[in-house]
């Protein structure tokens, strides 16, 4: 059995770590600007960067002038050293682990890709102790200095228990996957929901930076949503939050598997939008991509299915934004999401513009295409935010 | 001009108001209990206590002894001095200033009503001038130890800089309401909007104490929330959250002021509701009170229209909770709103609980009868609330 944590020393207070995440998602940037930023006295702020120069965390970079305001005083930023902490993220779907290694940064070095021999949990531990021992076993320096694996899965997940509580891909209920990945791997494990992973990743290395509100959505087979407010990934009361997908804007029908009616999802899912596609074109075999290949050759009738779904992402979309106010939407998906976005844009942006009240409306709305692999690197961040942050009482 | 702030000596450190902050809300309590639910030490307690002991805000209760677990040990819980403190919380409508007058833990001691010459400024100014100035004359100590005003009114306000930006029903538009209402009083001026004071006044003394997550929704003219999640009430990044009346659940009709089309507003709030009922009976000069009247008496007609709005409301608490996972709901609203809500009632939980995702269903619906005394002490809250939090940076 590893150890249940091996965080590092200089982690020894609120202050540390807040120094070091501003270094770690902002950096290099100066004490003088952490002060600033942070609210932290300068003393607090080199006291409690000292400790992590000497365990090679963070580095003193060569003073540089101030090109700005108050120029000419030297400033020496801190800044990450990358290599010094390796971290392994995986994303497991239904029929395979996506694997990264990634530094401290979130950086992607390795990847490596294995389809599941089948879903039984034992058999997925073998595939993933595979899949990371040979990630591990590339460099030396992987070995000696990663300690960490991040597993991000869809369902319901406890980050704090190491449970996946239910998994409805895997067909998965109540399995303590953090313990048993540690057991197969010798690594400490996190585990969270694969949205919720994507979401941190955002917030830490990619487009939340500096924003205490955002949310990012993901279309495809599932419609889901992860909201950062006040800095925070939201978690809600019961475990359940984000569940854009279950809004209900399509008034009674159709039907949703959640056992709702009008949900985005059962609108705009993969699932219902290629049904939808197949029987506007009387083309029941119809595989999705020939129903996004249709649509962007000009069928009429396809067009018109995706651009329903897009009025329905937008209405849930402006529906989102007018209860929490983010400052910005990141949307993404899986391959067939995607490459589907570009029917939906259109109608999605003029129905969110539309529909979204007031100051709401000044909300940002970006399109990132992110692979498999970025989702596994959620699963890496979710490892290092684990590793950074401490935890409340 | 009074000063901006006269925030108590002893506040002086985040200990120091989470300290207080956990005796106001949930005292009696004993040092060792505060200790256990903060995570701080129990010397960090004695040592933040202290000063507000001093001050006259908290007292050491005479030691009882422990009934349970470890019983024996002597403790002297710390309870709070209500009558330290007097606190003064107006709801600006329409048409009237409801005034309360508070204690220390927001009991009110006395109230007053008011109604308004004009919706001018400077009128609207003098009439709530001559509000507090009656209710501070009622008692000496009120004079002596009342030095902080709370304001709430609906529509767009910023609480950190006291500026009304717009208030639809008084017609004001970017309105330095703080200052001009501390120049006419003497006192030192905090406002906020009206649904999230409410929603403040319910996290620190009402169905909100100890819960991370939840929400209050309000059923009147307009159909408002006010969100609580990890224990902050959501302002938006551009100031504008909790906008549950604007989630499309109506599809393409009916249109709504904001713009938008099927926001449930357009579909519960009074004025479409009152419509809807007149249409449906064909009684055009029917009030809001006759139609409530009708139903009650049975009229099947405006039964099913009254059980339509439920519906509404109930699908956007459902999508609410689907997002953010708050343990419990509070349902409240203004004189009609809640005259109506029995009609309302059924079906809108049936269709909370058809539409909430997984285990948001566990989410606890709660109706609370809140009359406008209770929005005035909702203003005395954020009063209350200001000047014990410590500002973030």
Redesign the interface.
Known sequence: MPALTRRPEPLTSPAAATVFTMVLTQGPVSRVEIAKR??LSSAAVTKAARPFIEAGYLEEMEATEHTGPGAGRPASPLAIRPEREYFIGVKITDDGLIGVLTDLRAQVLETDHRPLADARVESVLADLAALVAGLRARRPEYGERCHHLGLSISG?VDHDTGMVRYSPFLGWRQVPLATYAAQATGLVVTIENDVKALTAAEQWFGEGIG????ALVTIGIGIG?G?V??G?V???????????G??????EAPPCH?????CVEAIAGTGPLLAAVRAATNRPGMTIDEAIQAAHDGDERAREVFARAGHAIG?AM??????????RIVVTGDVAGLASYGLLEGQLRQTFA??A????A??EVVLRPRTFEHWARGAAAIAIKTLFTLR??
């Open positions: 942070t609210g319901d924003l205490s509100h955002f949503c909201l407010i006040d925070r939201v978690v809600g009361a019961h475990g359940v939050a984000g569940e854009i279950h809004i209900p804007v399509g008034g959640c056992g709702g009616h009008g209405l402006a529906a989102m934004a007018n209860l929490f106010g983010p400052a539309g529909q009240f007031g100051a709401a000044g909300c409340e009482r």
